[in-house]
């Protein structure tokens, strides 16, 4: 285990949604405003002070620029860009302002897990099936990821600090942790290794209220324009940065799924067979 006394810092967010049915049981995938697939991403920042200090002075600079003036999302009463960097909010200048500066960075490692919700849904009718008592929870959903995502993150440090964005208005900190420890646990059963209890502090925040999350959020945005829109000019930026993408339904070649990293690249070319 890592004798530094500095925490592992760690930045979790989530790109889509769990969510398969209304309130009336009506499968919303497809609809407008839904997702095909969710994804859980964590950062990993060796510096978050550093990166906080680069974003503040990015907009600072941008709301400065008079290229940007009378541009609604750069207004503060609009509580998007001008409070916090948002992919999907910013405008295009901004949005390559914002890659160039996570470009630069030599600190951040991205590791993210996708779910396809037609296969989520597919295991949801097959279960109700075998027990008609079962009922879908997409928290269910989330805390697997967690556990799946953290599995091989969590044994080589002294402390981790993790701050996950927050979903709603729920504290969800207990069930976190839960999973992180499973995580760890998951880990010790299948390397057959004895971990002492390592502190794991979880921060449940909202996006706007950290950096780390925003660049998180950026990476996300970069892999869910390649799977929802077939786009990967986004992630090929970034890509330098990825450590580690489980796409879990993508059986094609094993039923685990398949594992994207440096020595296999993830783009359009390596998804387009994809069913």
């Not at 890592?2 to 499968?27: M, R």
């Not at 940007?68 to 992919?87: D, I």
């Not at 729920?170 to 390592?198: C, I, M, P, W």
Request: with cysteine.
């Amino acid at each position: 285990m890592s004798t530094d006394s500095q925490p592992c810092h760690y930045f979790v967010d989530e790109a889509g949604d769990p969510i398969l049915f209304d309130k009336k049981g009506k499968v919303l995938i497809g609809s407008e405003g839904c997702s095909r697939y969710f994804m859980l991403g964590l950062l990993h920042v060796k510096d978050p002070i550093s990166l906080e200090h680069d974003l503040i002075h990015l907009r600072k600079k941008l709301l400065a620029d008079p290229y940007f003036f009378g541009v609604p999302s750069m207004r503060p009463e609009e509580k998007k860009t001008a409070v916090a960097f948002h992919a999907k909010d910013d405008v295009a200048e901004v949005r390559r302002e914002v890659f160039s500066l996570i470009m630069e960075r030599k600190d951040l490692r991205f590791f993210a897990i996708i779910r396809d919700k037609q296969k989520l849904l597919s295991y949801v009718r097959q279960r109700n099936s075998i027990d008609p008592y079962y009922r879908y929870d997409a928290n269910e959903v989330y805390d697997y990821l967690v556990r799946r995502l953290f599995r091989d993150r969590l044994h080589n440090k002294d402390r981790y600090s993790i701050h996950f964005a927050r979903r709603g208005s729920s504290d969800r900190t207990e069930s976190l942790k839960h999973a992180l420890r499973a995580a760890e646990e998951k880990f010790a059963a299948k390397y057959n290794k004895q971990l002492g209890e390592v502190p794991i502090d979880v921060m449940p925040v909202y996006s706007k209220e950290n950096p780390s999350l925003q660049v998180a959020d950026y990476f996300l945005w970069s892999l869910q324009r390649l799977y929802e829109r077939g786009e990967d000019r986004y992630i090929s930026l970034l890509w330098p940065s990825f450590r580690l993408v489980i796409d879990m339904d993508d059986t094609r070649n094993a039923k685990y799924g398949t594992y994207y990293n440096q020595h296999n690249t993830l783009n359009l070319a390596s998804i387009k067979d994809r069913k």
